[in-house]
């Protein structure tokens, strides 16, 4: 491990943590030594993470949702005394389809969960994180949060939203020594981006295969990176190694430079 990379008793609030890639980033940040708390709107997922993951505290809260989110951080409060990391990880897939096929209700829900979700939890967050030695804040972009991707427009806005909200709470927050950076992920091999493979198929008129391929092929490095990749990042950005690193959006994608 690198230098500087000890989380041990770090207080780590990672939210849609039950599964998926907040589930992987909370496994390190256990094995790190970190208190970690996750919150989901999935009850099943939370008791399935407590099972592998004893220690860890849980939550079910919805970061769309304001008053979940006020109960959340009273949770946190209550159960950690403060807090040292805020993991804004919660994000939706949004619809698939081009721009004149989608419906508002549609284009709400993915900027409600992916922008405005990490807006409740960033502003309880702040006043907890000012009173941490080092807080950090981590919010999950896309690779979709710095190109374009034709068929996905809402979630890409909502993910170059993240990446602007991130730039600009790193300029407010840097004086009191908040670090705040992006993660911007490539496709993640995993359940989540077999379905969103086969909507896009399915919209293209294409095989679930050949969309996969693509998928593969778009990164340099000819596949898709791993959750853990991605938890590693943000373990390394959570972490005193990456204490001059702040206001970045971290890409994390085998270097895919157009989202097919
Ligand atoms: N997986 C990928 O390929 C990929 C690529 C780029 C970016 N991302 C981003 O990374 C983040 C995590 O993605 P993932 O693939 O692990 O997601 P996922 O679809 O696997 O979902 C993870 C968890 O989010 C929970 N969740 C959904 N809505 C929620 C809400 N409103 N409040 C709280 N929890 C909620 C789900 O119950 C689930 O347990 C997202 O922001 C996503 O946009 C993922």
């Known amino acids: 491990m690198f230098e500087d990379a000890s989380m041990q008793d770090t ?7 039950a599964s998926g890639l907040g589930l992987e980033m909370a496994r390190v940040f256990v094995a790190a030594g970190s208190d970690v708390f996750i919150c989901d ?9 407590r099972g592998e993951l004893p220690k860890i505290h849980t939550m079910l809260a919805d970061v769309s949702n304001e008053d979940s989110v006020a109960a959340l951080f009273q949770q946190v409060e209550k159960e950690f005394g ?4 805020l993991i804004n990880n919660a994000g939706i897939a949004g619809p698939t389809g081009f721009v004149e096929t989608l419906s508002r209700a549609d284009w709400d829900r993915t900027l409600a969960v992916n922008i405005t979700g990490q807006f409740l939890c960033a502003r309880l967050a702040v006043p907890l994180l000012r009173k941490s030695r080092g807080g950090v804040m981590i919010n999950l972009s896309s690779a ?22 991130t730039k600009t709470l790193a300029i407010e927050l840097g004086r ?3 670090r705040v950076n992006a993660i911007l992920p490539g496709a993640v091999e995993g359940p989540r981006i077999r379905a969103v493979i086969a909507a896009k198929a399915k919209t293209l008129g294409k095989s679930v295969e050949d969309v996969a391929t693509s998928y593969e092929q778009q990164a ?5 990176v791993s959750a853990r990749d991605i938890a590693n990042m943000a373990l390394f950005a959570a972490s005193p190694a990456a204490g001059s690193v702040s206001g970045q959006a971290l890409v994390v994608d085998g270097h895919t430079q157009q989202l097919v």
């Open 176 to 178: 009191d020594g908040i």
């Open 82 to 85: 403060g807090l040292d990391v």
């Open 220 to 224: 340099s490095l000819g596949r898709m």
């Open 41 to 49: 709107v999935d009850e099943r997922a939370l008791e399935a993470a």
């Open 144 to 165: 979709a949060g710095h190109l374009g991707f034709a068929g996905r427009s809402a979630y890409s806005a909502s993910k170059w939203a993240v990446v602007g909200f």
């Open 11 to 17: 207080k780590v609030l990672i939210t849609a943590g």
